[in-house]
T-cell receptor, first 116, second 111 residues
Framework: KAGVTQTPRYLIKTRGQQVTLSCSPI?????VSWYQQTPGQGLQFLFE???????NKGNFPGRFSGRQFSNSRSEMNVSTLELGDSALYLC???????????????FGPGTRLTVL | AQSVSQHNHHVILSEAASLELGCNYS??????LFWYVQYPGQHLQLLLK??????LVKGIKGFEAEFIKSKFSFNLRKPSVQWSDTAEYFC?????????FGQGTTLQVKP
């Protein structure tokens, strides 16, 4: 079974631009979560989507948004990029169901975003 | 709010040495606990997890961890490390539907 895939793997943007990152979960997984990884802040939870609805949200500004499609693929968007948004953005999928009981998350390779 | 604290940021060991990485969390409710590992150039992957039952859990590659509820701790152990264990290790807690990670510990094993 194919793992979680993320595209693109690397991205360079300038301040003020916006960016969209994509994540394809493992087949059959309906929950997709996004994380930001930086040397200073470590791994921080952004949000989780299940059945096209945001089910959980971390403490990030509204510039960070996401969505999920009917095939469970998810996109994350960051508008008005700032230098501090440079990070590795990780996507994880799981078999979590509607009850939101926890299931193991499987991580993708990440998208390395550099903001200049 | 939930938080996770990993005691060591950088650990250097020789092969065959024993390993213990500390992890403490703060959360008053029921939690699920995890250790993840990120080998150089690879994806984050699960080492082991604790949901309930026996507080001593065994994971892949000879790793184990002990959940001590009274101490809010979930320390990772391995009796004898190998050079291939060189990686970054993350402790994580789930209590409200989202994973909260510690800052990570970089383990360097010298051959």
């Amino acid at each position: 079974k194919a793992g979680v895939t993320q595209t693109p793997r690397y991205l360079i943007k300038t301040r003020g631009q916006q960016v969209t990152l994509s994540c394809s979960p493992i087949s059959g997984h309906r929950s997709v979560s996004w994380y930001q990884q930086t040397p200073g802040q470590g791994l921080q939870f952004l949000f989780e989507y299940f059945s096209e609805t945001q089910r959980n949200k971390g403490n990030f500004p509204g510039r960070f948004s996401g969505r999920q499609f009917s095939n469970s693929r998810s996109e994350m968007n960051v508008s008005t990029l700032e230098l501090g948004d440079s990070a590795l953005y990780l996507c994880a999928s799981s078999l979590a169901g509607e009850s939101s009981s926890y299931n193991e998350q499987f991580f993708g390779p990440g998208t390395r975003l550099t903001v200049l | 709010a939930q938080s996770v604290s990993q005691h060591n940021h950088h650990v250097i060991l020789s092969e065959a040495a024993s390993l213990e990485l500390g992890c403490n969390y703060s959360y008053g409710g029921t939690v699920n606990l995890f250790w993840y590992v990120q080998y150089p150039g690879q994806h984050l992957q699960l080492l082991l997890k604790y949901f309930s039952g026996d507080p001593l859990v065994k994971g892949i590659k000879g790793f184990e961890a002990e959940f001590i509820k009274s101490k809010f701790s979930f320390n990772l152990r391995k009796p004898s490390v190998q050079w291939s264990d060189t990686a970054e290790y993350f402790c994580a807690v789930e209590g409200t539907g989202k994973l909260i990670f510690g800052q990570g510990t970089t383990l360097q094993v010298k051959p």
